[in-house]
């Protein structure tokens, strides 16, 4: 699952190289003090990687939604439509720019229903904010042909499915603009940290203006007769973070990799006795957490019992469904929108997410699906 089971000395040597270079822990400036620009290096990394023309390293994945929303153009009193299967963090991001949270129910593929995203359009929407949620892509052909129809523009979440693509493009790369994460229990991690890409060149100027007081970053001037035109935040990622994240991101495939075949293990075992999270076509997923469906409550208990008691646990589903639900966000949405998102909820209270551990092997996920096919 996450890159932090794979942390060992190349990220330390990364670390002790900017102390040895001369210690500047600042993405800007001080030309003369450093040899690298690890922020910088990690962004064009993520452009190569991503196959995007503008990488913009921020300090969360929070902050990317948020200032990625910004750089949107959505105002105080705009709706934002987005999912009740996600991470509080995406509802907390419209929020904190004034906006409203609109929710919009998932299908069996977990992800956003297209069907129940038309629903909720009107004349007040001005973005769809998709959730890509554990490792999987939401349908973005239909959410893309109905964003075209109603000239809605797609700020897509993809803290959750790092490296997972859909037609053959990169998540974050489809929409107008794509959030990651790189918080402690993702995919890749740099302790805290996100970024925003994005293709278009005016949403990332804004973008990397607002995260940085509204430094243009001028090259002609030092940063203390800077350029600006906007105010902004300090949203910046600092060299320790970038230089991790140039480490952690050549690990990526290696990563997806080694989850693929312990979950293909799981999953060859116990797939002819349950119902499984639709997985949508033309996906590639990142086989980071195996989700199925078990109506009957005192089988989906015993299992869950052994999750638990084999040091697996169950991941969002049902062990953090509090976080994840919008059913649960009473201190964030209107009675209405926790309403409607009673369909998910149950939904959900069906599942099991079971999380792919690098640090188990895959004869641990052998020995667990016999273990999980004996209770069915
Ligand atoms: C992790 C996560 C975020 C927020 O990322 P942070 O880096 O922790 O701020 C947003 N959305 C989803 C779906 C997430 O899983």
New binding site residues.
């Given amino acids: 699952m996450p890159g932090f089971e794979l942390i060992n000395k190349k990220e330390l040597k990364a670390i002790e190289k900017i102390f040895r270079d001369g210690g500047i822990l600042f993405a800007h400036g001080f030309d003369a003090l450093r040899k690298e620009y690890n922020v910088r290096e990690f962004e064009k990394l993520c452009c190569k990687k991503f196959v995007c023309k503008n990488s913009l390293a921020v300090t ?4 990317a ?1 948020k200032i990625g929303l910004k750089a949107l153009g959505v105002k105080p009193g705009d709706e934002v439509i987005t999912q009740a299967f ?2 509080i ?2 509802v907390e991001a419209i929020l904190d720019i004034g906006a409203k949270p609109i929710i919009a129910n998932v299908n069996d593929s977990l992800n956003m229903d297209p069907l129940d995203l038309k629903n909720l359009i009107n004349s007040k929407t001005k973005v769809i904010l998709p ?1 890509h ?1 554990l490792g999987v892509p939401a349908e973005m052909n239909v959410i893309k042909k109905i964003s075209r129809k109603h000239g809605l523009k797609i700020l897509e ?1 993809n ?2 499915a790092i490296g997972a693509k859909f037609d053959g493009k990169y998540l974050g790369t489809i929409g107008d603009a794509g959030a990651l ?3 402690f ?2 995919i890749i991690t740099t302790g ?3 970024m925003l890409l994005t293709n278009n060149r005016k949403l990332d100027k804004y973008a990397r203006e607002y995260h940085d007081h509204g430094h243009e970053n001028n090259p002609s001037l030092p940063r203390g007769k800077d350029t600006k035109t906007i105010y902004g935040f300090n949203y910046r990622m600092t060299e320790m973070q970038g230089a991790i994240g140039r480490v952690q991101l050549k690990k990526l495939t290696e990563i997806i990799k080694k989850n693929k075949l312990r979950y293909q293990a799981l999953h060859g075992l116990i797939k002819n006795k349950f119902k499984f999270r639709r997985i949508p076509a033309s996906s590639e997923i990142i086989f980071d957490t195996l989700i199925f469906i078990e109506e009957n409550k005192k089988i989906r208990e015993k299992i869950i019992k052994v999750l638990v008691s084999e040091g697996f646990g169950t991941k969002n589903l049902p062990d953090a469904i509090e976080w994840h639900c919008a059913s649960y966000w009473k201190h964030a949405l209107t009675k209405n929108q926790i309403l409607r998102s009673k369909i998910t909820q149950k939904l959900l209270e069906k599942t099991i997410a079971v999380p792919i551990w690098i640090r188990r092997s895959v004869k641990d996920y052998v020995e667990l699906g016999k273990k999980i096919k004996e209770l069915k």
């Fill in positions: 969360s994945g929070t902050a939604i996600n991470f963090a995406t959730v949620m979440d803290c959750e994460s790189f918080d229990g993702k805290e940290g996100g």
